[in-house]
């Protein structure tokens, strides 16, 4: 490993991540395998957010590995406009399989970002296509949060990844978010009260029209605003008043997608059925960047036949479909079946509940709320220093050998799907251990 002082360290401008804070005292990874990362000095690092929500099958699989290695030996690289390779539909034709009934369109990206400015594309052409092009508007929902460009920052509801950039995309509106509901403090599993708050939708209706309204985006359990799970009855409200006005549903499943919720999808697990599912993340366990848009055959259909030029989406990336991401992707998807993995996180999911909301009494916790494999742990702000708190958790955490994730004051958490039940009692005993000595 190369020695990294202060100038290796300058030229790297980190995402999401205070630089000068990091370069001072970084903490750094340099292996991975199965449950654990690696620090450059062998210091084992248990993974409780699967590295960023994205190594559902662990680290280091052989069998992707392998996929990756054969492939780049064939073929590297090949475009996809006009051109195909046989692996982009074999994978296709396999995540079909895997994808809520009727979404069966497989539209590739890079990235869930990606997804979900794909989507929003692909909702506002469908409309078009089938002569309703005054269907423009999107909506979002406050706290949501839908990546990184323009569209997704525009339709998310983050304040600190929107206010820096500008007006965004005009005619976007936000739904409520559905936290802070006092009755549903330390839910476990679906809060029961706020499936009302969907019926805002029909506001922002009476407010714009049906006529002008394309989709509204939400991912069913918000994962980085700090994991807030759905109350009972709110996606199947949104699901009904979606299909009453003519609007298309879309969902953000970047992370609730295979198996996080202990089912392939969110939409199986709620019983939902989305008209556009985003996804990337654990599409290729995060061994080649990669995201996919799944779409119903009736918006395909529409598309090819309402298209007023050879090429019926006027969209995609150099990089869609890339042989080396479809490879993983393949062995990912055969790791997630061969293993039961999506069972296995729903039959570990009451053991990773009980143990997480046994730190109702730990120190600074304020709330607790898990769904699937997924926990938000919502500490008390520090007074006159918001998010200082669970920062200096996360690093001591780390600095005693547990990985977590934090966004504000909460932390977050998302193992993946092959943790261990003495593996979950060494994550929350950690965490106890750290706001014990956080102040």
């Known amino acids: 490993m190369p020695d990294f002082g202060a100038n290796d360290l300058d030229a790297y401008w980190m995402p999401f991540t205070p630089n000068r804070r990091f370069k001072a005292n970084p903490r750094l990874l340099a292996a991975a395998k199965g449950m654990h990362y690696a620090t450059p000095d062998g210091r084992q690092i248990l993974d409780a957010t699967s590295g960023l929500w994205c190594v559902n099958a662990g680290h280091g699989r052989e069998a992707i590995t392998q996929a990756i290695r054969k492939q780049a030996g064939e073929m590297d690289y090949a ?11 074999s994978f296709a034709s396999r995540l079909v399989q895997v994808t809520p009934k009727g979404l069966d369109r497989i539209f590739f990206t890079n990235s869930g970002s990606e997804s979900v400015d794909t989507a929003l594309k692909i909702a506002l052409a469908y409309h078009r296509a089938r002569g309703k092009g005054t269907k423009t508007r999107l909506i979002g929902r406050e706290r949501g949060y839908h990546g990184v460009g323009f569209g997704g920052i525009s339709v998310g509801g983050i304040p600190k990844n929107r ?9 976007v509106d936000h739904l409520p978010h559905t936290h802070g509901i006092a009755e549903n403090l330390f839910s476990q599993g679906l809060p029961v009260h706020g499936a009302h708050l969907a019926d805002d ?33 709110y996606l199947q409200k949104l699901r009904a008043i979606c299909d009453r006005h003519d609007i298309l549903l879309i969902f953000d499943e970047v992370i609730t997608g295979f ?47 309402g298209a007023d030029a050879p090429i019926e989406l006027f969209h995609g990336y150099t990089y869609s479909g890339h042989p080396l991401a479809c490879a993983a992707g393949l062995a990912t998807l055969e790791i997630y079946q061969g293993e039961g993995l999506f069972d296995r996180a729903l039959a570990l999911e009451p053991y990773w509940r009980a143990a997480v909301h046994s730190l109702r009494d730990a120190r600074h ?54 943790i261990e039940q003495g593996q979950i009692d060494q994550v929350v005993e950690t965490i106890r251990t750290v706001l014990a000595a956080v102040e």
């Open 79 to 89: 475009p996809s406009f006009n051109l195909g390779h046989p692996l982009a539909f």
């Open 259 to 305: 198996g996080r919720v202990g089912a392939p999808f969110a939409a199986d697990r709620f019983g939902v059925t989305p008209d556009l599912l985003c996804m990337a993340k654990g599409l290729t366990n995060a061994a080649v960047p990669a995201g996919a848009v799944a779409a119903s055959t009736a918006i395909y259909e529409t598309m090819l036949d």
């Open 201 to 233: 939708l029909e506001r922002i209706v009476a407010l714009h029209d049906a006529s002008n309204i394309a989709a509204v985006i939400v991912e069913p359990v918000a994962g980085s605003t700090g994991v807030l799970v759905p109350p009972e009855g």
């Open 365 to 418: 916790v304020i709330d607790i709320r898990d769904f699937g494999l997924i926990a938000g742990i919502e500490l008390s702000p520090r007074p006159g220093a918001p998010t200082a708190r669970a920062m200096e958790a996360f690093e001591a955490a780390f600095d005693r050998g547990l990985l977590i994730r934090v966004t504000g004051d909460i932390i977050a958490l998302s193992p993946p799907l092959i």
């Open 163 to 171: 206010m820096y950039f500008g007006s965004l995309l005009t005619g």
